[in-house]
């Protein structure tokens, strides 16, 4: 899992320089993570220890036929991402799409785009427009695509959560989870979000750990339960 | 008539007061796990499973039929009004369930569900008390090929109904049936993919996979475009919880069509309500695009109405299937299978007889949960979407802790927490560049039964392939899965040239 995750932000600074190669072929990542799963299925074939009276077909044979689609489906992508430098595509978050789609739209890209099954889109053109004037203005205070801070936020929290659990205890390490999202979300407002933080993870042991015998590690604070 | 007076039978043990107020318990505890966002019914039968020891068989299972129909109401719940279901047979609840709050109809969105899982779980528990037998009979019918090919048709109608890409719907799916292969292979024991990974023997877990990719990858989704947001959604749940009577006759024909839809899948073990659930809206959306102002996309009743009858009729027969055969259906129907045997008691046509309290007590609570679901969610349906007033960080910052609950009371480990962070940072890669998810779980939970019943029919044959097309069902179901593929390939290429050719011609115009 690491190895995908590396390669993924590799390849999302390459789409950060704009006017590169990369620029709208960020998407190349979701064949890179085909690629790597595929690869992992392969090492975990070959290197597989198999009885020697193992009946045919064996183990290795269903996930030899998972490894050969996903590596047809990688190359299929690739070829698709490369051919196409795709703008984003997720239907219902408009405005990054509306923005990249005007910076390099081309007619395969636009036919490619329009194909896809919202129908209502073409509808409103003027909540498009706004919707597109509201990206751009974000845009210039958050250059990148996606919001990476927020995201680093989320996703590091929930890291020393799970790294923390198990010597912390609950109530601090959830504390900790939710306040660290809580800013992700863009709160503004640290030390209220800490009395929240502390007293939901507090009422949260109460009632599954205390009254509903779930085993949740009560950690440095132990003892008072 | 035999099954009438049983029933009435059952009515008598289900109605003391001490069962009922079980009915009752189960029903609220159920609706509360799983309105909240990313612990479904099967979390909720799991989490409450420990609890119920202390009844006897009889009160512990009708408390537990509460708590499993009261978690898929809670589930939808959850599902319109946040976008996050619990469960796989919730998702396509979302689709236009969520419009519809977003829209400003969310108590409407609401009532719509819960009439129409009332609807679907009521009828299907009527044919169970009825033609369980018959039931079986053709469940039993199946061997191995009939399986495999089930299981494909189930991968193919998935990748096609939600997938705009059939490229990206493929892909999808090749990793949820990758993820599932990880373990102890059930036939030859040898261990596969674990690198020597002790947490890995026993697979990934579903759970892990379902929280990851609908609850925290969507919370990392969020984060990441929380600046750019360009209109505030913030829905109204308040008025009425009821619907108008043309809404009722909209969604009428919508929950009955959906109710057909679900019942036969409750013998098939194809993972339960997900298939019936996206047939069912893949229906509704076709209907929907021959009418004269299609409604889809901007919060079609009948594109909720339809998935919630079928998934609660799936999970009606699936009970009954439970009892009648033994045959868990679905994670959560796994689960009751184990709270069974904890009780020394095994599920199949011999429970009748050993124990008809029991089975037609259950049965006869069905109806009762049903009812007293009916009645705590319709009127209560805006008390259920006031929790869309929490703001988004703590309501953001609520989900991630209960992901981190949910997965570290059912497994107990720093490990699984990682693997549960892994799958959301790749379900937020995916979801940002369009990747469609439910292609994922199915193939996760059909992929271990597409394996054994593939290498099944092969090892009895001596790798006879033909085997796969032997039988008169086996040759229907590829003929229709066919079928199906041609006309949406046919449907397809032509809406793209025909969109190709008004595109080029809005190109040639001078854009803004």
Known sequence: MSVQ?????????????????????????????MAAFSTYLLVGILTMEVAEDADQPGPQF???LIMIVGYAITVLLTIAYIRNPEPVDVSDELPAEAEEEKAFSTPVTSAVSASRMDPHEEDEPSRD?????????????HRTHSDFVSLAWGAGGFAAFALILEFAGWIIAAALLFWCVARSMGSKKPLFDLTVALTFSSLVYIAFAVMLGLNLPSGILGGGF | MDAVLSLFEGFTHALTPMNLLWVVVGCFLGTAVGVLPGLGSSMAVALLLPMTFALDPTGAFIMFAGVYFGGLFGDSTMAILMNTPGQASAIASTFEGHKMAKAGRAPQALATAAIGAFIGGFVSCFLVVFVAPLLAELSTSFGPAEYFALALFAFVATSSVVA???????MALVLGVGISVIGIDSVSGTERFTFGVPELFDGVSLVTVTVGILALGEVFFIASRIRRKANDNTINASGRPYLSRKEFGEALPAWLRGTAIGLPFGVIPVGGADVPTFMAYGLERKLDSRRKDPQFGKGAIRGLAGPEAAGSATTGIAMGALLALGLPISATAAIMLAAFRQYGLQPGPLLFDRSPELVWGLLASFFLAMIVLLIINLPFAPLWAKLLKIPDPYLYGGIAVFCGLGIYATSASTFELLVLLGIGIISFVLKRYGVPLAPLMIGMVLGPLAESSLRDALLASGNDASVLVSSPITIVLYIVLIGALVYTGVGRVLARRRQAASTTAKVEEPVS
């Open chain 1, 129 to 141: 427009r706004q919707a597109l004037a509201e990206a751009r203005a974000a845009d210039s205070k």
């Open chain 1, 62 to 64: 269903f996930p030899m």
């Open chain 2, 164 to 170: 705009d890409s059939v490229l990206k719907g493929l």
């Open chain 1, 5 to 33: 995750t590396q390669a993924n932000t590799r390849t999302r600074t390459g789409h950060l320089g704009a006017g590169t190669w990369w620029e709208g072929r960020s998407g190349l990542i979701v064949p890179v993570i």
